[in-house]
């Protein structure tokens, strides 16, 4: 939790008065309250411009995500390779980062070689996530799958509980449970999975958390490092394990055979390209604001996402929405306001 400003100067001016001298002349010490002072203000405009950066991310993100989402299910449709379109977004990255890498926009850390190792199990948990998720949805039911992947808080917070001892206010809690609720209300339909599938959905959703939490940590904790190099380092394995699972599951023989026919046209080429292009952006924007924001909000934002993936699809889609799903949009709406009215007040840790 962050204190307020009266509480910092109040601290500040405490340290000084403990550190006196005796023989020390007052006017040195007045001057160094003076200073102390002067500080605060300066202080108040850092923690308003990081709100600021960190809204202005998140809607970057949140827009993003969104528009991600509906393009991916559009060059699905002529482009039927998750695995390959997995491998396509996480090549881009890399490439993308690679550039920026060679016009100075950052510079590599150097890292030991258990740093690496760390980076290779991300990429690694990254792939795992995506694959759980894929695998899971074909044991469960798509309403059931929603349902559990919108706990993803949840046990975001447990982590952060029991491996980093962090605390969060009662209103953070509560704040959650109506965007979990209206999801669920959301999403409500025809709820049916198998044990195993039951097993690998909550698994997956774990992953999620897990995912998320490391992500933060990568670029908050020890190492520190820039969202552009996470992703320069973590793309190139990401890619691969990506490209290996397509082969696995026999989808890179069918889009040998897609080639060989032709199918892939310019205008699809583009449509993949284009794609790719927005999930470099995508990916850049998600790593800066797991960042400023903290692994909560992003799983947060996920949940939203959710809620506005139903509404737009209800009208380009023609997906068919009741009372029950459209209150629990409203409920999930009005809880996301709710944390995010905390959030901005600062009152939760980062």
């Given at each position: 939790?962050q ?25 040195g ?14 202080r ?32 699905l ?36 070689l ?21 695998v899971s949805l ?53 709820y ?27 670029m ?7 969202a552009?190099e ?52 995508l ?15 992003m ?14 699809g209800a ?6 929405m ?29």
């Open positions: 939790m204190r307020d400003d009266s509480e910092q100067l109040s601290a500040i001016l405490d340290e000084e008065k403990d550190n006196v001298e005796p023989n020390r002349p007052l006017l010490n007045e001057k160094k309250m003076a200073d102390s002072e002067s500080q605060v203000p300066r108040m405009k850092e923690q308003d411009a990081n709100r600021t950066r960190t809204i202005a991310y998140l809607g970057m993100y949140f827009m993003m995500n969104l528009s991600l989402t509906f393009y991916n299910k559009l060059v449709g002529s482009f039927a390779f998750p695995w390959i379109l997995t491998a396509i977004h996480t090549g881009t990255s890399a490439l993308g980062c690679s550039v920026l890498l060679l016009l100075g926009h950052f510079q590599l850390s150097r890292l030991s258990r740093e690496h190792f760390v980076l290779i199990t991300f990429s690694l948990l990254f792939t795992l996530n995506i694959a759980m998720s894929n074909e044991m469960v039911s798509i309403p059931f799958h929603q349902v559990m992947r919108a706990t993803t808080p949840v046990f975001c917070i447990l982590i952060y509980r029991v491996l980093y001892a962090r605390s969060y206010t009662p209103a953070i809690y509560a704040s959650i449970v109506p965007v979990i609720a209206g999801v669920g209300l959301a999403t409500f339909g025809d049916h999975f198998t044990a195993l599938g039951f097993t690998l959905t909550l698994s997956g959703v774990v992953l999620a958390a897990v995912k998320t939490v490391v992500t933060n940590r990568l908050t904790g020890r190492l520190k490092l820039p552009y996470v992703l320069l380092r973590m793309g190139p394995l990401a890619a691969l394990q990506s490209l290996l699972s397509s082969v696995l599951t026999g989808e890179f023989a069918g889009f040998l055979t897609y080639v060989r026919q032709g199918q892939l046209d310019g205008g699809r080429f583009m449509a993949v390209a284009g794609n790719g292009m927005l999930a470099f952006a990916n850049v924007a998600s790593f800066q604001t797991n960042k400023l924001a903290g692994a909560l909000s799983t947060i934002c996920a949940n939203l996402k959710q809620c506005l993936t139903i509404v737009l009208a380009f889609w023609n997906i068919r009741n009372a029950v799903n459209g209150a629990g949009i409203v409920l999930a709406l009005l809880g996301g306001l709710w944390y995010s009215s905390i959030e901005v007040r600062g009152k939760t840790p980062r």
